[in-house]
């Protein structure tokens, strides 16, 4: 258990990361000082056993600032948002949750005088114009969906509230995330962890960007890793406040069906890219993450095998747990 006794508030702490980020923040700091919350009421046994489990809805301000001075929280961990894929449908949704909810808890925070406000960006803060290859720490951010000028505003707004009040921000540019515990909240990445669960359940997969789309991915473990060492890393060493680049793997979709099919030689894709294909398109192909690997360490540990051995084995598991798989 870390040294420090944190009270921290997970916003958004059902979705993909959330609901594993909370079991990993509460091994370390303990169950009671981890406060789960989203405004879905859905909470697995898992979560809501483990420790205090709030509704709370983050463009509610009073309900935020009521929530984190019951249970004195003095970190947040702020994951409520729309990602890419649902904020080209609903744009305004996607405005007001990412840009109002991160404003609720930025000012919560401040006036608080909390300890510290992680926040996760995206590479979909890059566009059309960025460098796609081995994209840099600095660099043009145009980004063409509503999700990806949120993201860009977001930051904006925690390195204004770091210069402006001092309030401890930190974050990273996550790539497309790949996990087994919890599918994804509708993002343009989300085909890379659709695949295995419909490898595994029907022996092929309709992939909805092209065979060619190369995109940089990251495993969860790594991804999880990578937010916590943040959290923990001395500040005086800190170059950018929101948000480091962070790299770990790229690929094509046919190179990831590839590793697959190396395991599972009857499985077959066929690609029919619908709206998605133009976010995809905008993004960058790699990520340089230099910055990250010298101001905190940062090192991903997962190529692309190593990850398809551990997924297609765990989430055979967790679907024969949930009774989907014999
Ligand atoms: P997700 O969609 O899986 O989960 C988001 C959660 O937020 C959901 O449980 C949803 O119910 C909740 N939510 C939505 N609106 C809310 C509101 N108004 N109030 C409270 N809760 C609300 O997303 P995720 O993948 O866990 O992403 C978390 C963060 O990481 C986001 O900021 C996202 O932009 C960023 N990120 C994720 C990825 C990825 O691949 N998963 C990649 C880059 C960045
Ligand atoms: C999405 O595709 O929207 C997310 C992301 C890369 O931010 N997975």
Redesign the pocket.
């Known amino acids: 258990m870390a040294e420090r006794t944190e009270r921290v508030l997970v916003?958004?702490a059902?979705?993909?990361?959330?609901s594993e980020l909370v079991q990993s923040l509460r091994a370390r700091y303990g169950g009671d000082h981890v406060v789960a919350s989203?405004?879905?009421t859905d909470a697995s046994p898992e979560i809501c056993e483990g420790g205090p489990c709030e509704k709370?809805?983050?463009?509610d301000g009073k309900m935020l600032a009521e929530i984190c001075d019951r249970y004195k929280v003095d970190t947040i961990y702020h994951?409520?948002?729309?990602?890419s894929g649902v904020g080209e449908q609903k744009p305004d949704l996607a405005f007001d949750?990412n840009m109002n909810?991160l404003k609720n808890v930025l000012d919560v925070a401040r006036e608080r005088k909390m300890h510290r406000v992680m926040v996760?960006?995206?590479i979909a803060v890059f566009g059309p114009t960025t460098p796609r290859d081995n994209t840099p720490q600095e660099t043009l951010l145009r980004p063409t969906s509503m999700y990806g000028v949120t993201?860009v505003a977001g930051e904006l707004l925690c390195d204004y509230y770091w210069q402006k009040y001092g309030l401890d921000v930190r974050g990273v540019r996550?790539?497309?995330?790949i996990s087994y515990k919890t599918q994804?909240?509708?993002?343009t990445?989300d085909y890379a962890v659709a695949i295995y669960y419909d490898a595994i359940q029907h022996g092929k997969y309709t992939c909805f960007v092209s065979e060619d789309t190369v995109l940089p991915m990251m495993y969860m473990p790594d991804a999880l890793r990578a937010l916590i060492e943040l959290a923990e890393a001395p500040g005086e060493k800190l170059r950018y406040r929101n948000a480091y680049n962070l790299a770990a793997l790229s690929f094509s979709a046919g190179e990831l069906a590839a590793s697959i099919k190396k395991r599972m030689p009857e499985f077959e894709v066929v690609y029919e890219p619908d709206f998605h294909q133009a976010i995809a398109d905008s993004w960058p192909k790699s990520i340089d993450d230099s910055d990250a690997r010298a101001d905190w360490n940062w090192s991903p540990e997962y190529d692309l095998d190593r990850m398809t051995d551990d997924m297609l084995a765990e989430l055979r598991k967790q679907l024969q747990r949930v009774g989907v798989e014999d």
Do not use: C, F, N
């Open positions: 916003t958004g059902l979705g993909q990361i959330g989203d405004m879905r709370l809805d983050v463009t994951l409520a948002a729309i990602l949750v909810g996760p960006s995206s993201k996550y790539p497309g995330l994804p909240g509708g993002g990445t």
